[in-house]
């Protein structure tokens, strides 16, 4: 018999709620565009497209499909983050083609796993002034988890990035990035010619821009008069070169990436630990589990680099955690030329497919109970079970997230020194919500109570390590109250 030839898959076409003219989809967005993706993915299943404004977003959701357009086929799906550029200029987030790939080239040893060791006492010192603020407390004492962790987080890539070159600069500095990301997201549904009206939003969001470039420069040029004194990321990327062309970057290149880096590496890692004590305060046999871990490890003790790689189930947690509550929890790519997914679903030409890390991690063909937090999911040989797709904090691909080794031994680091001495409970009474905009995070604050910890190692004794200094940088976050849910123990 005649080998009959395979055949062609059918293609289909992608559908999805007709929306109005003009408009679209966005009266019934609301204020809550995770809510709606999450109905209309239950209802369209794992291919459907949103119009929203001007704009038609094609999502794909299943893992096959994710693998295929950030790995098999990446070349075709370009980043469409134009209006971002005049933030974040030519950095790695924006870049696209020839120049991405030199960046990535000149970036990548300075993130590499073996690298972290030398940002490892950045990290330890953040988690020391976090621990030096909260040792003042009383037991029961309420906090914002969320404002703490971004507070800590910012400190640790100050750091890790300028050494001490930032001193008496951290505040209006940070200050100016918190008003550009409260603007992105204002900014998020306005169409692309409103941008440039002289609109509230829009002067906010350039003085802040503003802010942040003259510092910056300020501190380039100080690297640059006295290069021999810094010994940090800025001072890398100021001396990297091309191996292949032995081309240095352009000082507005480093400007670019500093900002990427400065932004990124604060914000994202933030939500993300404000999401572990969340989870954790909710399931305390799974935080028993991972404070014997840390005991067992470490006696009480601080970590070195080295015992933080051997907290396996810790590390589970944190990886569980970004399951359920991944901080880039959509983003996009827009397609070259028309494709076929694996699926069968056509991408039109210019399109924009629309990534949801947030819906494939929940998807239960893929994931067990998938709403339900287990951080044992990720035990090695269950992991490695996973479909490449099905798992994507960082995204995937050639584009993965260059920052991945940094995030988890930071986040893992704060993790420890937190658990070692406290249980964080949430406030009686509190209301947190998921808020969905550039970033996922907890909304509007993040309020939970302090119990030192009374039944594991005595941690070693946290010294002073701010003094005046840690009482008084970004006093926002001075009293350790949420300014939303405005109640203190």
Known sequence: MQKQPPKEPEIREYT?????????????????LLGYVSKIWREYGDHFSLRLGADTWYFVVHPEDVKYVLQANHRNYLKPYASLKDLLGEGLVAADGALWRRQRRLMQPMFSHKKMGHHFGAMLEGGKQLLSRWSRYEAGHEVDVLAEMHRTTQHVISQAMFGDALEGQAEQLCDALDITMHCLEQRMFLPSFAKGWPLPVNRRY???IHVVSEALQGLIDAHLAEPERFDDLLTLLLQSQDEETGEMMSHQQVMDEVITIFFAGQETTANALSWVWYILS????????????????????????????RLDYTVQVFEETLRLFPVAWIFQRQAIEEDILPSG???????????????????????????????????????????????????????????ISFAQIEATLLMVLLAQRYRLELAPNAQVLRKP???????????????????????????????????????????GSCPMHGQRA
């Open 282 to 309: 909710l399931h305390p046999a799974i935080a028993q589990k991972m404070y014997k871990e840390i005991d067992s490890v470490l006696e009480g003790r601080f970590p070195t680099f080295e015992e933080i790689l």
């Open 206 to 208: 350039k003085k802040a």
């Open 345 to 403: 679903y056509r991408i039109p030409k210019g399109s924009l497919v629309t990534l949801s890390p947030y819906l494939t991690h929940r998807h239960s063909a893929f994931w067990e109970d998938a709403e339900q937090f287990r951080p044992q999911r990720f035990v090695f040989e269950t992991r490695r079970k996973q479909h490449l797709g099905a798992y994507y904090p960082f995204s995937s691909g050639p584009r993965v997230c260059m920052g």
């Open 16 to 32: 999805g709620p007709r929306g109005y003219p003009l408009v679209g989809v966005l009266p019934a967005v609301g204020g809550d």
């Open 437 to 479: 905009t550039a970033t996922l995070r907890p909304y509007p604050c993040l309020p939970m109570r302090l119990r030192p910890r009374t039944d594991g190692p005595k941690p070693t004794d946290v010294t002073d390590v701010g003094g005046d200094r840690a009482r008084g940088e970004r006093t926002k976050a001075g009293d």
